[in-house]
């Protein structure tokens, strides 16, 4: 991909076409965005793979191959393109490469992922099905009592901009600068200024069962909001524990010893030929 897409740079092409699901979006957007010496491109975002949040946002609708040629007979006719803006997640822990994504997420958000992936695409079940029977299986894990590991704490410290970190258990944490996510779920209520918009919910989880639905939502009742349901904006979030961290479902394993900074890595312009 490196080798490609420094090709392409040369071209100083105006937008690139991404066939793939997030994480191939995500590897296209990291490798031009650590070449800050160039425009950036636009991008359109085809859903072809297994996890195709990105897309879901901010990618043209239909068939990828449909898609791709509504943009190419809207560029042969001078037609104008719908362009729409997102912000970067910029992901950096220490030893590694810089990282850019759309959504970040932690310990039970990690497990749900894990587990489709485990039961549901070694039988061919992927993209949206997946998605939606992931999250089944963790709703019956919880109704039928085997969701005490998904939910379980993880010790964490955290930091929202220049404020003083805190420690706790918490049972999950959401970060993202998207818009639409799956199935229309908004999981996030902070009014803050900042591109970040996180979620964190502390362990043990209070009344997880009646607590889901207006969680997902980003409606969440005074008493969720007194028992450690939390969302907030920010422009720079301080992470640190022990365990897998998702980035648009690539993994990275955290530790803490080194912690993780995320703050806002700058715009990126998609484009959509329309219906």
């Not at 425009?39 to 195709?52: D, E, F, H, I, K």
């Not at 904006?233 to 998702?246: K, V």
Request: aromatic share 6%; glycine share 12%.
């Amino acid at each position: 991909m490196p080798d490609a897409l420094a090709e392409l740079m040369r071209r100083d092409l105006d937008a690139i076409a991404v066939d793939g699901g997030d994480g191939t979006v995500i590897g296209v957007l990291t490798e031009l965005r650590r070449r800050a010496d160039r425009r950036m491109p636009a991008l359109v975002a085809l859903a072809s793979g297994n996890t195709n949040m990105i897309a879901g946002d901010i990618g043209p609708s239909g068939r990828p191959h449909r898609s791709l040629e509504r943009i190419l007979d809207a560029v042969s006719s001078d037609r104008a393109l719908r362009r729409t803006e997102r912000r970067l997640i910029r992901f950096d822990m220490p030893g590694e490469p810089v990282q850019y994504g759309f959504f970040v997420g932690a310990i039970a958000v990690v497990r749900a992922i894990q587990l489709a992936q485990r039961t549901l695409h070694p039988l061919g079940v992927n993209h949206g099905i997946a998605n939606a029977a992931g999250i089944g299986l963790n709703v019956a894990r919880v109704l039928f009592g085997g969701g005490e590991g998904l939910l379980s704490g993880v010790p964490l410290e955290i930091g929202f901009e220049e404020e003083p970190s805190r420690r706790g258990e918490y049972s999950a944490l959401m970060v993202t600068t998207l818009r639409r996510m799956i199935f229309g779920i908004h999981p996030f209520w902070g009014s803050e200024a900042g591109s970040l918009r996180t979620t964190l919910v502390r362990a043990p989880v209070d009344r997880p069962l009646r607590s889901l639905i207006p969680l997902l939502r980003g409606k969440p009742s005074a008493r969720m909001a007194s028992h450690g349901y939390e969302s907030r904006n920010a422009h720079r979030i301080h992470i640190s524990f022990d365990g897998p961290i998702a980035i648009d479902g690539e993994y990275r394993q955290a530790r803490s010893d080194r912690p993780i900074v995320l703050s806002d890595g700058g715009s990126v312009e998609f484009l959509d030929g329309g219906p």
